[in-house]
């Protein structure tokens, strides 16, 4: 018989086959060892769970004849004793698992003798039942993927039906003779503390437990993000503190305890609540301009600090310093000494200058100019009942030098007259940080594209300068774009207030930021004899509140860092009106009334792939218009309940869609090769004879012509 040579492929099918085989040997003697272990069912198989220098627990004994699992106590010494104690009597059956098997069949049955909706594999669901489900929260899940069949899911998404197919590939499974490694290994149940605690220690453990307090350390200098430490003048000293900035923590309530950070400016707000307006109005610190400037003074730089603490061992952010003094010194007034405390008189503390003017609002949220020279103190009026001089805004500005720390602070109040139907009151604060000596200062969102999270820069197309051209006597106007001077009032969107309505107040709108989409909406109130004859008015309020401020010819900057001068780097906001007007034809009903506000802005991003710059390319305003139906619920469904307010709600949506044009895949050309030698290359076979040039080239020939082929 001729000898026959294997190829590639044929060797390749003999080695997988021989593989194949000895894993089906392998995977038969478990089974069969396996299968032998637990042909009696009666019998169970207990593993010592712990060593003989552990302490002493229950071990579970085995009672062959019964079939039963029973455990008897080992006398344990009672100084060591760590799990309670079992009644001798008493014995503990636990309940058994199957290994291999899915326990789980119907997952969504959660409430026992009655039917669960949706469920429909619970048995205590009637067919009549399942014919009232809109679908089934019965879990079918394969074991194992790879086997020899095809494989269909349905996923339902936005009512859009997705389907995927899968199916067995080059190798897949058609007997499975290893049905362990579809199932979790059954666990042991765990019934003493060192046991427990070697699994922590195992598989890690997280504990929420308050850390202990570390003293502060403290720098030559601020860097970013370090908390700005404060000095306070109290009666029995000077305290340590550092500069709040009260935030929101799990709730909208404010906690005060959230430090301001160097360098960081930062923008909060939360919700102060009252429980009697005429007690706590002038009790109340955090209502009062008191708290949040006066007698505080800030640390330069924390080396002063650490240099207090030079003899101090135990020190945190409550010790309090001391009074110490300087030479007496005499009052003008009393002709007597008096004393000044020398380490809060330094010129390395910072005193908090007020800003002027500071700003009052009345009820009415108008907001006009005041000067305060000093703190004021919250007033309670009995007549009005009303409660004056309340701290709604706090903004504190921050200057300074590099190392030299802060050499300058000043702090805006805003002071409004608030009554017990303003509460919970909505607080703001902010911190601003300010270089020394540095003029015109002003943010880009980028530069020059957008960079995620700034604002969007918007504005107003004016003209700002008229010229007569001298030669043909034309009037030449010129072009520009005005800007709010706050950066995050320039394009914004709906905001409510505590109580769910539309906040009137420009400021407390909800800046667009590139590259976050996002929804906002407020609700507004009408009455029955609104939706029937005031459709007109209903629309153009919500207008206003969705738009808000918004300009006649707004235009939006196609860079971080457009200029304002240039217009042809805007590009103007398109707006898309409803067609049809507000009407009402069926009483308590409004047909074409503007509810929400979508704007959609195009950005594409250009330059170089590994660094693309965002350019915004096109801004649209779509006002969205629908039908507004006075419900029929309950109470507004009486007699006589015509002018009982409803409340529907309107919202805005921002959305950024990008619309970035990818190089085409083009091959290039495979470029020519260019290979020059240098000019002495044959310089040995210049020297020599003309033979021995012969003789050279023809063996220089030759070992080139056979290294190349």
Request: glycine letters at 4%.
């Amino acid at each position: 018989m001729a000898k026959q040579n294997l190829g590639i492929p044929e060797l390749l099918l003999l080695v997988i086959s021989l593989g194949c085989t000895f894993i089906l040997l392998v995977n038969s003697q478990n089974m069969n060892s396996t299968t032998n272990s637990t042909d009696n069912p009666n019998i169970t198989t207990v593993e010592p769970s712990m060593t003989s220098d552990q302490p002493t627990t229950d071990e579970p004994t085995t009672d062959t004849a019964g079939g039963e699992t029973t455990s008897v106590p080992e006398p344990v010494d009672p100084q060591q004793q760590t799990t309670p104690t079992r009644p001798e009597e008493m014995s503990i059956e636990y309940s058994t698992i199957q290994a291999n098997t899915d326990i789980g069949p119907c997952t969504c049955d959660l409430t026992g003798n009655a039917c669960d909706v949706n469920c429909c594999c619970d048995s205590d669901c009637s067919a009549d039942d399942i014919s009232t489900f809109s679908f089934c929260n019965n879990q079918d899940l394969s074991n194992e993927d790879r086997v020899c069949f095809s494989k269909e899911t349905i996923y339902n998404i936005n009512n859009d039906e997705v389907t995927t197919e899968t199916v067995g590939g080059l190798f897949c499974i058609y007997t499975d003779n290893y049905e362990d490694r579809n199932y979790y290994t059954v666990p042991d149940t765990v019934d003493s503390i060192d046991t427990f605690d070697e699994l922590v220690t195992e598989y890690g453990s997280y504990n929420f437990a308050k850390q202990s307090e570390t003293n502060e350390t403290f720098g030559d200098y601020y860097k970013y993000g370090d908390k700005i430490y404060t000095l306070f003048e109290g009666v029995k000293g000077i305290a340590l503190g550092y500069l709040g900035l009260p935030a929101l923590l799990v709730t909208n309530a404010c906690t005060d305890n959230n430090p301001a950070r160097y360098l960081v400016d930062e923008n909060t707000e939360c919700v102060r609540t009252v429980t009697d307006l005429a007690t706590e109005c002038q009790t109340l610190p955090s209502l009062s301009s008191y708290s949040y400037y006066n007698e505080i003074k800030i640390v330069a730089v924390p080396a002063y600090i650490r240099d207090m603490f030079v003899n101090v061992t135990d020190y945190n952010l409550t010790t309090v310093f001391p009074v110490t003094t300087d030479a007496p010194k005499v009052n003008a007034s009393t002709q007597t000494p008096s004393t000044t405390p020398s380490l809060y008189s330094g010129e390395e503390f910072v005193p908090i200058r007020l800003a002027q003017p500071s700003f009052c609002e009345n009820l009415l949220d108008i907001r006009t100019s005041c000067n305060i020279s000093s703190f004021q103190t919250p007033t309670y009026n009995n007549v009005t009942e009303t409660c004056s001089n309340v701290v709604t805004e706090v903004l504190y500005t921050i200057t300074h030098n590099a190392t030299d720390g802060i050499v300058d602070a000043e702090v805006l109040f805003v002071l409004s007259t608030v009554n017990a139907e303003s509460f919970p009151l909505l607080q703001k604060f902010s911190t601003s940080f300010v270089k020394f000596d540095e003029e015109d200062v002003f943010a880009r969102s980028g530069n020059p594209g957008y960079v995620i999270g700034e604002p969007l820069i918007a504005g107003n197309l004016t003209s700002y300068e008229e010229s007569v051209d001298e030669g043909t006597e034309e009037v030449l106007i010129t072009y520009a774009i005005s800007l709010s001077e706050d950066r995050y009032n320039r394009m914004t969107v709906v905001t409510a207030t505590a109580s769910g309505t539309c906040s009137s107040d420009p400021d407390s709108r909800i800046p667009v930021v590139f590259g976050e989409d996002i929804r906002s909406g407020c609700l507004i109130s009408v009455s029955f004899s609104d939706v029937t004859e005031a459709c007109t008015a209903i629309n153009a309020i919500a207008k206003q509140a969705l738009a808000g401020e918004m300009p006649q010819s707004m235009y939006v900057a196609m860079f971080g860092n457009s200029d304002v001068g240039i217009v042809g780097d805007w590009v103007p906001v398109i707006i898309q009106e409803p067609v049809a007007e507000p009407t009402s034809i069926v009483a308590g009903q409004c047909d074409n009334v503007i509810l929400s506000l979508s704007i959609e802005i195009l950005y594409a991003n250009i330059g170089s792939l590994a660094n693309p710059q965002a350019k915004i390319v096109g801004v649209k305003y779509t006002f969205i218009p629908g039908k507004l139906t006075y419900q029929c619920v309950g109470p507004y469904c009486q007699a006589g309940t015509e002018n009982l307010r409803q409340k529907y709600e309107i919202a805005s949506s921002v959305a950024f869609l990008d619309v970035s044009t990818y190089p085409d895949a083009v091959l290039a050309e495979i470029p020519p090769w260019k290979v020059e030698l240098p000019n002495d290359f044959f310089y040995p076979l210049s020297t020599a004879s003309i033979l021995h040039v012969h003789i050279l080239t023809i063996m220089l020939l030759l070992m080139v012509n056979l290294l190349c082929t």
